[in-house]
């Protein structure tokens, strides 16, 4: 952690400063990505769809009316939820069954 996080900052702030914005985000991206699979390289397909998801739903929300805007936003923020729960609350409840 010491080491890692210190050279992905480095790593976006100069590329912010060279104005490579696009490879800034991009870099922020992938170290997230290795950051995360270093703990468990099994649940990076699994951001990686949720990212897509959240992407995908932004895309809507933006390019809809103002009416179906509440809607799709209370459906995404729902269905992050709903994952997390998951993911985070199956295991407890299962060691409380045994």
């Known amino acids: 952690m010491f080491g890692f ?7 976006y702030f100069i590329l912010n400063r060279l104005r490579l914005t696009l490879c800034a985000k991009v870099w922020l991206t992938l170290a ?10 099994k649940y990076v397909p699994l951001i990686l769809l949720s990212i897509f998801f959240n992407y995908v739903m932004g895309h809507f929300i ?4 103002a009416k179906r805007r509440r809607p799709l936003l209370i459906f995404s923020l ?4 709903l994952l997390l729960g998951y993911y985070k609350y199956t295991d407890l409840f299962y060691r409380k069954l045994e």
Do not use: E, K, R
């Open 5 to 11: 996080l210190p050279i992905v900052l480095a790593g």
């Open 32 to 41: 997230s990505l290795v950051f995360y699979g270093y703990w468990n390289i």
């Open 62 to 65: 933006h390019s809809t009316t």
């Open 78 to 81: 729902s269905t992050n939820i």
